[in-house]
């Protein structure tokens, strides 16, 4: 348990420094999209690594809104270029507050729910998968606590990259072409989260009281 609170303790300083750096270099303090689009294009070559780096901050720390760094990203590189930019941030940060969370508390919880068949070492993939895609085509949920929700589960961690990428892709694009954000209310994100991960642990259990249904064989949450 020590190593890996060390291990996580090494990438809240990680992260830490690279905010430093960030304020070091200028960023401006509001996080407009058209303020930080300026700020990045006048950085140069560096300026998509800095945007990258400011999306994965915006996901392991939450509740930084993301779409506002997708508008960001379309406004300074375009939309393909901002795109990918942004996306590739955001799964590096969702996989980092993931393994945080898979870290720190996954043992603790399949304690606290042994027989749950989405919280148990062999629990349902497929349910799994689907839910955190669904989630991610959802921009009003915190993309930070979906992902910090997910580590405590038993999906897999590349189950839970795939799903993140396809479900976040859709509106990503839609936001670096638009280049258009909107804030949400830090509580109301907090609460999602916490709804995300009672229907998480609740849904499948409710489910698998009734194996021989249909959708339980369909997500396999009797194996």
Do not use: H
């Not at 901002?82 to 507050?97: H, K, Q, Y």
């Not at 638009?178 to 949400?184: A, C, K, M, S, V």
């Not at 991960?197 to 259990?205: D, E, I």
Request: charged residues 10%; aromatic residues 8%; proline residues 7%.
């Amino acid at each position: 348990m020590t190593s890996r609170i060390a291990v996580v303790l090494v990438i809240i300083a990680a992260l830490a420094g690279a905010w430093w750096l960030l304020q070091i270099l200028g960023m401006p303090p509001n996080l407009s999209p058209d303020a930080l689009a300026t700020w990045l294009q006048s950085q140069g070559a560096a300026g998509p690594m800095l945007l990258m780096l400011l999306m994965l901050i915006a996901v392991v720390v939450g509740p930084i809104p993301t779409l506002p760094v997708s508008a960001t990203a379309g406004l300074a590189f375009g939309i393909l270029p901002g795109t990918a930019i942004a996306a590739t941030g955001a799964v590096i940060g969702a996989l980092a507050a993931f393994w945080i969370a898979r870290f720190l508390g996954r043992e603790a919880i399949c304690k606290r729910f042994p027989d749950n068949p989405v919280l148990a070492k062999d629990g349902s993939q497929r349910f799994l998968t689907i839910a955190i895609l669904l989630m991610r085509l959802i921009p009003v949920f915190s993309f930070a606590l979906i992902s910090y929700a997910a580590g405590v589960t038993a999906i897999r961690a590349w189950r839970f990259a795939v799903a993140t990428l396809l479900g976040m892709l859709p509106m990503t694009v839609v936001f670096a072409g638009l280049g258009n954000t909107f804030r949400l209310n830090p509580m109301l994100t907090v609460l999602a989260g916490a709804a995300i991960l009672a229907a998480m642990v609740w849904l499948p259990w409710s489910i698998s009281r009734r194996p021989g249904s249909r959708l339980a064989r369909w997500l396999k949450l009797n194996q």
